[in-house]
């Protein structure tokens, strides 16, 4: 339709154009004559095709559910397989996603939800969940669980894995639910390990433990250069970050939201950050290759020469790929500091609050994220959120992912609708300076990031008043 | 095809500058060389090993081999689909875009600088100043109001507002074949009304022959304007689908893990349509940088 | 009548005009021709030739900068209604850190970008004015770069400033340097943005070549004659004869530097640590990421007024160090 629109416009443009240049003469010229003609030909055949158009859309009896997703190219074949899927069963509905680029992908969203035109079923992270909540972009989808808002339509939520609801929860209401996620875990190298003679990690391990054998992998060469690094860390990723905190017992802000003070300094971040610090200043970290990008952009692991990686389940999919690397790779859960935790990475669904398809909404998405259709969410990215489908997964690697959900803590961004505006560039800052300068003080950097995203987070909550 | 009557020549202008004094002759040539040889070198280094990391195979990026070994020619057709990102789209719509503005640009900017030109009209003046106050405006000024008004017309996410705005003429391009008619004779064009040819005919028929070097030149920079136009595309393009080569090389900068060898052969192939622009038409890029200034 | 256009001097004229037009007391003017019979039909003519741009002008520059300036005492996201609030987005600014850092890393990226691009290009230009063979061929080279720009220039660039195997710390390994981590690190990414735009001067490089061609020959002539030795004359003849050239190339450099946004927008997304943020890379963000037009309206005005400041004050200065002759004061008109 927008196509069509944007065809009648640019008819219209060619004609007045056409129409400047032809009356720009003196006498009116045949040649302009036909070229005007011939875009007002083409006009008239756009126009009366957006008209056909129209018209069967109002005679149609299907209902076309969109779904706003930043999932694009290869990222959509598990959508058109579920969708398939879907369809066979549920003549009647149809679906159409609608990848948005991930450069804007909320801002993208936010625009379309405050013209009152955002697609049926909106695809959001854990970041900006409390938000989108806030703002009334989402149905609360309780009501609907046990049957009673379309009847018949039930969703049994004994089937997900522990703790992978909660990041769609707000206010006690669940208004979205899960696609895939990833906790954060230690990958390792068995070759590289067997070489320098270190014993493999085990669950059990301690960031002692951790610490002593990235310092044993780490190998020099006759010039004093490092030649393998202990460890590839997550750089100035905040969730990473945040992941290493909770196991120091760590929360990074209030859990009423109001402040970062007391909690994203305290002593148990501090020395989360002190030991990230000392790790790259040791030289047993590999330096962020490009700092500016998620993660920092290394690659030292995937090619040989970082024997252990604390990273989501993202990467495996092409580590496994590797031919050099396939059968040599180990992955534990986080070493243990006061507890054993971990950070949730989410992604999921719910239903837009001013669709006018809610009762079809709700059953796709409750088939998207049922045992019956979520089953390809999953592969070559996140991990599925459904227990009876990660009973099926043969891969040893997979087990390990899936039992980390049972050390998930809320993280910072439940607690907030703020945290992509106040929160999360302070820490990314502090990160960032922690890695970049040797001389730079982690307790300074962390009291002065908290004061700065106290001000900022204050800001916000003034401003939405 | 050019060279007939074209004022500005600048194998002819080398000549003259070949005999001429300039403010030194006592450099030595060899030192002269030596510093043009070397700086060359330089210069034209980056683009070399861009080439050289584009034909490595994956595991030999990091090695410290200069030479790929053995050459991995099929870098170039995994750059185009590696992301995700369909390049051959991208390519079409690039095309399009470019194509469209360097038409649009061409036929504006012609009748508009032809009146400035030639015409007489009250307010004349005042409305050449004001195009001449153009030239000092930033984008950004404007940035904002005018995305809101694409975004009235729904005209975000489709190639409107990346090719209307050239049928509206440029100020610069305006301002160059405006120079360039007032170097016309009179006599042609009267001779042509004579004949009974409209204003029209005359701007299109008789006066575009006679300045096609500076058209070329205007062509020559919309295009290559166009082609690496990064900013306008990324404001109002957020589909990929209608996503440009220089968006789809941006994208590839996001990507997760950096493939380097099918970055630098996808960045390579999106420079390749100016390369051979240029090369083709290398006078022309000159002569319009020479006397519009802009890039 | 026919006679050539002086390269380098058509792009100069627009700006010697304008800085007529700005300078007070004196008049803009151009040729007119006898009124006739037919004047009321030409002006229709002239009217609707014009048109195109006319329309264009309302609608792309006059009307969005009314607009923009309106927008920079509201608060609007695009959608939601108007709302009044008076001069709150400047007090803003005031307040706003990141306005500050934006400001300070353009004006600093300008405070070395701009001189060593006119030093090189102008020596570069110098050496390729010299009588010596294969001119075209060299200028070609250096000009390549610059029309490459983009987002694929960048990409190149960062390959090149990879800090571990990156050709720029290869090169620097290879004379016993160990290199910094360019652009991962806060105190370097910015210096190798302005490394990374050097290479792309070719277009102020090839506007002193004409320029240097525009000086005339019997200048160096009469000075040789004299006596004047190569230093004399390059002090005396050459760069007086330059200046003009010189305020041009200026002129339109700080103008485009201020307006700086694919590099660090490909290169750095305008880290780490904010030691990239130019102007235009936080502007966008307000604009397009965050949704407040209105702000961004605010930061644009202020833009708009730094680089019409600084314009301004070349211009100004103009008279006190750049040397126009009469011949082409003469020529200026028409």
């Keep these: 339709m927008a196509n069509k629109l944007a065809r009648l416009t640019f008819g219209l443009v060619a004609i007045f154009l056409c129409g400047l240049l032809a009356a720009c003469g003196d006498n009116t010229t045949t040649a302009s004559q036909t070229t005007a003609a011939a875009a007002s030909g083409a006009t008239t055949a756009a126009a009366a095709s957006g008209a056909t158009t129209a018209a069967a859309a109002a005679s149609g009896q299907t209902v076309t559910v969109r779904i706003g997703t930043g999932d694009s190219g290869d990222g959509l074949t598990p959508y058109n397989q579920t969708i398939e899927a879907f369809k066979k069963a549920n003549p009647g509905i149809e679906i159409k996603v609608e990848p948005v680029t991930d450069s804007d992908y909320y801002g993208s969203l936010l625009t379309q939800i405050a013209a009152g035109k955002a697609p049926d079923l909106i695809f959001i992270g854990d970041d900006e969940v409390a938000n989108f909540v806030k703002k009334g972009a989402y149905e609360d989808l ?10 018949g339509v039930k969703l049994d939520t004994g089937v997900f894995l522990p703790n992978v609801l909660q990041p769609g929860q707000q206010n006690g209401k669940q208004y979205l639910f899960p696609k895939d996620f990833s906790p954060v875990a230690l990958y390792y190298n068995k070759a590289l390990f067997k070489a320098a003679g270190v014993a493999e990690p085990t669950d059990n391990w301690t960031w002692d433990d951790f610490k002593n054998a990235a310092q044993k992998l780490t190998v020099k060469d006759a010039s004093g250069k490092v030649s393998q690094y202990g460890v590839q860390m997550t750089a100035a990723w905040q969730r990473g970050f945040e992941a290493l905190a909770f196991t120091q017992g760590a929360t990074l802000i209030a859990q009423d939201g109001s402040k970062y003070s007391g909690y994203l300094d305290s002593d148990a971040s501090v020395k989360t950050l002190q030991f990230v610090a000392d790790l790259y200043r040791n030289g047993a970290a590999a330096p962020p290759s490009d700092i500016n990008k998620w993660k920092g952009g290394n690659d030292n692991f995937a090619n040989g020469t970082a024997a252990m990686m604390l990273d989501g389940r993202w990467p495996q999919a092409n580590l496994l790929k590797n031919p050099k690397l396939a059968d040599q790779i180990g992955l534990v859960g986080l070493p243990k500091g006061a507890a054993k935790a971990n950070a949730i990475n989410w992604g999921g669904f719910g239903i837009y609050s001013q669709s006018k398809n809610k009762a079809a909404a709700w059953k796709v998405l409750s088939f998207f994220v049922s045992p019956d259709g979520g089953g390809q969410f999953f592969k070559d990215w996140g991990l599925t959120p459904l227990q009876p489908i990660a009973a099926k997964s043969t891969s040893s690697l997979d087990k390990v992912w899936t039992a980390q959900a049972d050390y998930f803590k809320p993280i910072t961004a439940n607690f907030t609708p703020y945290w992509n505006s106040a929160g999360s560039k302070e820490l990314g800052d502090a990160l960032t300076k922690v890695i970049t300068d040797p001389k730079a003080d982690p307790a300074a950097v962390l009291k002065d990031a908290a004061a700065k995203a106290d001000k900022a987070l204050k800001d916000k909550i003034d401003s939405s008043k | 095809m050019f060279s007939k009557g074209s004022s500005f020549d600048t194998d002819n202008i080398q000549a003259i500058s070949w005999k001429q004094q300039t403010w030194s002759k006592n450099l030595p040539q060899i030192l002269i060389y030596l510093i043009l040889v070397v700086g060359s070198v330089l210069y034209i280094f980056p683009l070399i090993w861009m080439v050289l990391t584009s034909l490595k195979p994956g595991y030999q990026v990091f090695s410290p081999d200069l030479l790929p070994n053995p050459a991995e020619w099929n870098n170039y057709p995994r750059s185009l689909t590696y992301t995700g990102l369909d390049f051959g789209k991208l390519y079409l719509n690039s095309i399009v875009i470019t194509v469209a503005n360097v038409i649009g640009t061409l036929l504006s900017s012609t009748i508009v ?96 022959p006679l300045v096609l070097p500076a058209l070329a030149a205007v062509a020559v920079l919309t295009f290559q304007n166009t082609w690496n136009d990064y900013l306008t595309p990324q404001i109002y393009i957020r589909d990929q689908s209608l996503y440009t080569v220089a968006q789809g090389i941006r994208f590839l900068r996001g990507s997760l893990n950096p493939q380097w060898e099918l970055m630098m052969a996808a960045a390579l192939m999106a420079m390749l349509p100016v390369v051979i622009l240029f090369l083709l038409a290398q006078r022309f890029f000159i002569e319009g940088i020479t006397l519009t200034g802009i890039k | 009548m026919h006679k050539p256009l002086l390269l380098g001097q058509a792009g100069g004229i627009s700006f010697l005009k304008l800085s007529r037009f700005l300078k007070p007391g004196i008049t803009f003017n151009t040729s007119s021709r006898p009124p006739s019979s037919l004047r009321r039909k030409e002006s229709l003519v002239f009217y609707l030739c014009i048109s195109p741009w006319l329309i264009g002008f309302f609608l792309f520059t006059a009307g969005p900068m009314l607009a923009s300036f309106f927008l920079s005492f509201t608060r609007w996201d695009y959608f939601s209604p108007i709302s009044w609030i008076g001069a709150r987005n400047y007090e803003r600014m005031l307040d706003d850190e990141l306005f500050w850092t934006a400001l300070r890393v353009t004006f600093t990226f300008a405070a070395f970008y701009v001189p060593l691009s006119q030093l090189i290009s102008l020596g570069v230009a110098l050496l390729l004015s010299q009588k010596i063979k294969g001119v075209s061929f060299f200028r070609g080279i250096f000009y390549l770069p610059a029309i490459l720009s983009g987002t694929a220039y960048v990409v190149l660039w960062v390959w090149l400033f990879e800090p571990d195997r990156g050709l720029v710390n290869n090169l620097l390994s290879w004379l016993g340097i160990k290199g910094p981590r360019w652009l991962s690190d806060p105190n370097t990414a910015l210096p190798a943005l302005v490394i990374m735009s050097l290479w792309g001067m070719g277009s102020s490089l090839i506007i002193y070549i004409a320029g240097l061609k525009n000086i005339p020959p019997s200048l160096y002539e009469a000075a040789a004659l004299d006596g004047a030795n190569s230093v004399a004359r390059f002090f005396y003849i050459t760069i007086p004869m330059l200046t003009p050239t010189i305020f041009f190339n200026l002129v339109l450099v700080l103008i485009q530097t201020f307006q700086s946004y694919t590099t660090a927008a490909v290169a750095t997304g305008g880290g780490p640590l904010d030691s990239t943020l130019f102007y235009l890379v936080y502007l966008y963000r307000r604009a397009f990421q965050n949704q407040e037009a209105g702000y961004a309206s605010a930061l644009a005005w202020i833009l708009f007024l730094i680089i019409l400041a600084f314009t301004l004050l070349v211009v100004r200065s103009s008279s006190a160090w750049v040397y126009y002759d009469s011949q082409r004061g003469g020529k200026d008109e028409k």
């Design chain 2, 113 to 208: 600088g032809y009146g400035f030109a030639r015409l007489q009209a009250p307010g004349k003046k005042f409305w050449f100043v004001l195009l001449l106050a153009t030239l000092m405006i930033p984008f950004p000024v404007t940035m904002v109001p005018t995305f809101a008004l694409f975004n009235w017309l729904g005209w975000i996410d489709t190639l409107l507002p990346v090719t209307i705005p050239a049928f509206f003429g440029n100020a610069f391009n305006i301002f160059l074949l405006r120079q360039f008619f007032l170097t016309v004779p009179i006599e042609l064009e009267e001779a042509a009304r004579i004949d009974g040819a409209n204003t029209f005919q005359i701007v299109y028929r008789v006066m575009a």
């Design chain 1, 142 to 151: 309780t009501p609907y669980i046990n049957g009673t808002t379309v009847p």
